[in-house]
């Protein structure tokens, strides 16, 4: 079967750095997508991910390597606000999103 | 008025009622879907439509009905549904459905059946 693993939870401290890891087992791989969600809110597009290496936008960086199925979001400088929850989603060979479950980022002053 | 907009935000429900979930974006887009969501599990696909088709139903139970009139609006019918029913439902939206096209989502219906 088809496969997304996150941690459920994650604490840090504002102003420093954290890694989210995801890990995939998908039947064909067509991109990974990052998703941030609020309390209440809808989920935001963050990152997307189609080659290896890694992105940056700002704060927040995402790494690719399709040969490990292995995917992080790096979070620098965190703020408070950036506490929510983060969704790692991949795509697989028919273009079907299939979802992890959330990691809850807590960031603590 | 920009984005996906969903409405109700809220909807408490009797299993015997009968409800409709609105949702409409303002984005152009030409696919649209509806997800469940519930606490600590990923995110359910229930159905896609692309330019106006329903391209997935993704087994859901025929109790859940979808309808969409047009590429800028689709309805999510609800009858006689179960206590397990109870999730938030967010309608996205993105260019086509398919290919590299982040999802655009709604604020979600917080359904309660009671």
């Known amino acids: 079967g088809q496969n997304i693993d996150q941690p459920t939870e994650m604490t840090a401290t504002e102003g420093a750095i954290v890694q989210i890891n995801c890990t995939y087992q998908?039947?064909?791989?067509?991109?990974l997508f990052w998703y941030q969600q609020h309390a209440g809110e809808a989920p935001t597009f963050l990152s997307y991910n189609v080659l290896d290496g890694l992105e940056e936008k700002g704060r927040f960086s995402s790494f690719l390597s399709r040969s490990k199925g292995y995917s992080y979001l790096l979070l620098k400088e965190l703020q408070m606000k950036d506490s929510a929850s983060y969704l790692c989603?991949?795509?697989?060979?028919?273009?079907?999103?299939?979802w992890g479950a959330g990691t809850k980022l807590i960031i603590k002053p | 008025e920009t984005g996906v907009t969903q409405t109700p935000r809220h909807l408490v429900m009797g299993m015997t009622n009968k409800k409709s979930l609105k949702c409409e974006q303002h984005?152009?887009?030409?696919?649209m879907y509806w997800y469940k969501q519930s606490a600590k599990k990923p995110l359910e696909l229930m159905f896609v439509?692309?330019?106006?088709?329903?391209?997935e139903n993704n087994s859901v139970p025929s109790r859940f009905s979808p309808e969409c009139p047009n590429s800028s609006h689709l309805f999510l019918h609800l009858h006689t549904l179960q206590p397990e029913d109870s999730a938030l439902y967010l309608c996205?939206?993105?260019?086509?459905?398919?290919?590299?096209?982040?999802?655009?989502f709604g604020n979600g219906t917080r359904l309660t059946v009671t």
């Open positions: 989603a991949v795509q697989d060979s028919n273009y079907q999103l299939i």
């Open positions: 996205a939206s993105s260019g086509t459905a398919g290919g590299y096209s982040p999802l655009h």
């Open positions: 984005l152009g887009h030409n696919a």
């Open positions: 439509y692309n330019f106006k088709e329903q391209t």
């Open positions: 998908t039947s064909g791989f067509n991109g």
